[in-house]
């Protein structure tokens, strides 16, 4: 697939040019933008292409806009992520501790899971420690989607619940979804978008809204996806 940065880069500058404020998941959950303003949450879920990531983010930076950027544990990249919270966007987690447990331990059972809870939150809390200590403010997470959780019919984001992340003192991305006016996702070619299109945003002049980005759809890494595949291979 060729690159869509001009795409991207003209997605954006439309935004602008609408009266449109670009703003964190984190902004948005303690309510600190202007009220009366177009908003909408700019959310990367980085699932394996740093490369393309990062000439995402020179976009965004270019027009001085906010975002949301969440690293899988495989992804962390400690200079990108520095660059992205010292341009007052918002580096977050994207967590994955059910499959990686299953895929680790031979889990193959919704049951198994559940029998391993105890050891997948130990997993979890870990983690959650580990990005704390790269030295960003950990205000969000984010559930990531694998196969494995395809294969078991249990999503990651079925480890957490409010008490733990008032215990944790973070949100997960999803639960400030149900505030929103309309919500869209980037997907792979033919169909580039599901459940609307972005310029609906702009016809329909939307107050609150989400863009869910993958960083992998708007570009090629052939090294990186070839590597990606092998893993799976590996795994399976």
């Not at 966007?89 to 031979?106: C, D, L, P, Q, R």
Request: charged share 35%.
């Amino acid at each position: 697939m060729k690159n869509r940065f001009e795409e991207y880069y003209k997605l954006l500058e439309d935004f602008l040019k609408n009266d449109f404020e670009f703003i964190t998941v984190q902004d948005f959950y303690r309510k600190n933008y202007n009220v009366d303003s177009k908003i909408i949450i700019l959310r990367h879920d980085i699932d394996s292409d740093i490369k393309i990531a990062k000439r995402m983010f020179e976009i965004e930076k270019a027009f001085g806009i906010k975002s949301t950027y969440y690293f899988r544990l495989k992804t962390v990249n400690k200079e990108f992520m520095k660059e992205i919270y010292n341009n007052s966007s918002e580096v977050g987690y994207h967590f994955e501790e059910i499959a990686t447990f299953a895929k680790n331990n031979n889990l193959n059972t919704r049951k198994d899971v559940e029998n391993n809870r105890k050891n997948i939150l130990a997993e979890f809390r870990k983690n959650i420690e580990y990005f704390k200590e790269l030295g960003f403010p950990l205000s969000s997470i984010s559930s990531h989607g694998d196969w494995k959780n395809r294969e078991l019919g249990i999503r990651n984001l079925e480890l957490i619940n409010d008490d733990l992340l008032a215990e944790l003192n973070i949100i997960e991305a999803y639960s400030v979804e149900e505030d929103l006016d309309y919500r869209i996702a980037d997907n792979i070619y033919p169909v580039f978008w599901t459940g609307g299109k972005p310029e609906e945003i702009i016809q329909k002049d939307i107050k609150k809204s989400l863009i869910l980005l993958h960083p992998r759809n708007w570009g090629s890494c052939i090294p990186t996806r070839l590597a990606e595949d092998f893993g799976r291979l590996m795994k399976k």
